[in-house]
């Protein structure tokens, strides 16, 4: 016999509007008298503040996204239009991040995603069919299987494309009609679905996929391309890291007491250093490794490294947990990134004094 739980305490990963639906709720109260555009739960200076944070109805509101305010905006902004939004940035610039959020800010249903891979298909942008179905009564309502655009169209929300240039470029143009005429045709059933006021489409792209399947001309012109850079300064991703370390150590109930300031910086500006070439002072070149060096990359050792803390050591996270991720992070080719690490470790890290000591330790040891 199963017994009721609590959806937010068993659930690996909570979506969006879910995980924040206090804020929302907050955020509800306090916009009610606003004027709201159609399909919108919010109007855009609640949704602005759902993203970077602020007070709503005394609750306090968290950053979703720390970075260049004026870009938020923007994004806001473009999702008034009929122009749908396309976020480009390298990975771990928080686009997936910050998609799933304005979509829960907006239309408080973020779950209407179409994950781009080489095996989308255009049915999976327009609809598909229920083959039981379709053979034994032929094309009808009930067989036809709506994507999560058609959702999108027909009830005026926002859906979520990832990584689009991951799909094949015939793939891709399939949306060239769509958001041009703001319809979807079923020639099966000899009808068009026509857009609800409010429906929109937020893409994501990934700079290091260039040159896997390019974006036409004539599909970029139906998007507002904004491009999210990395984060600015080291207190800025000190700062990502320190919270988000923290949100997702909380829903996994990792049993380690949460970094101190010291180690997330310290990981931060290994990683900062590798991604640029140099140290953080200029005064040095480096070798970069092949792989991603990024801001979630650096989130994801450090839970990591809390969780072996938690589970083999004593519950506070030491310099043998975080070599520990630091080298699969650093070492994705076997020959080029262990060369371009144990430089960085006898070049850099030694020189750095008795502060760094121990982390260069259990990393020359980890590095063999």
Not at 26 to 43: C, F, N, R, V, Y
Not at 92 to 113: H, Y
Not at 155 to 176: H, P
Not at 300 to 311: D, K, V
Request: charge should be neutral; proline fraction near 3%; glycine fraction near 6%.
């Amino acid at each position: 016999m199963s017994k009721t739980t609590d959806a937010t305490t068993d659930v690996l990963r909570l979506p969006a509007e879910r995980l924040y639906a206090h804020e929302i709720a907050a955020l509800l109260e306090e916009d009610k008298k606003e004027e709201k555009p159609a399909g919108w739960q919010l109007s855009p200076k609640a949704v602005h503040k759902f993203i970077v944070g602020g007070k709503a109805a005394g609750t306090d509101i968290t950053a979703k996204y720390i970075g260049h305010n004026r870009l938020v905006e923007i994004a806001i902004a473009t999702l008034l239009t009929d122009r749908s939004l396309l976020l480009i940035g390298e990975p771990g610039t928080a686009k997936s991040w910050l998609s799933e959020n304005l979509t829960a800010a907006i239309c408080g249903d973020s779950a209407k995603v179409i994950q781009g891979t080489a095996g989308t298909s255009e049915e999976q942008i327009r609809y598909s069919w229920n083959y039981a179905m379709l053979l034994a009564n032929g094309p009808s309502n009930d067989a036809l299987i709506k994507s999560a655009i058609y959702r999108a169209m027909e009830t005026g929300t926002v859906a979520r494309f990832e990584e689009i240039s991951r799909c094949a470029s015939e793939v891709q143009d399939a949306l060239i009609s769509i958001m041009s005429e703001k319809t979807i045709a079923i020639p099966e059933l000899a009808k068009e679905i026509p857009a609800q006021r409010g429906f929109s489409i937020i893409a994501t792209a990934n700079t290091r996929d260039r040159g896997v399947n390019d974006m036409s001309s004539a599909l970029k012109r139906r998007f507002n391309i904004i491009v999210l850079p990395a984060p600015a300064n080291l207190e800025t991703e000190v700062s990502i890291v320190t919270k988000r370390v923290a949100e997702i150590s909380a829903n996994y109930r990792l049993k380690a007491s949460l970094p101190t300031k010291d180690a997330i910086e310290k990981i931060v500006t290994i990683f900062r250093e590798l991604r640029m070439g140099q140290t953080l002072d200029e005064k040095q070149k480096l070798k970069s490794p092949s792989g991603v060096i990024s801001t979630a990359e650096a989130i994801s050792l450090i839970t990591n490294s809390m969780a072996l803390a938690g589970s083999f050591g004593s519950g506070a996270i030491a310099d043998e947990d975080l070599a520990a991720g630091l080298q699969g992070a650093v070492v994705k080719d076997e020959d080029k990134d262990k060369l371009a690490w144990k430089e960085y470790l006898e070049n850099v890290m030694k020189k750095r004094g008795a502060e760094w000591r121990g982390l260069y330790n259990s990393c020359s040891e980890m590095n063999g």
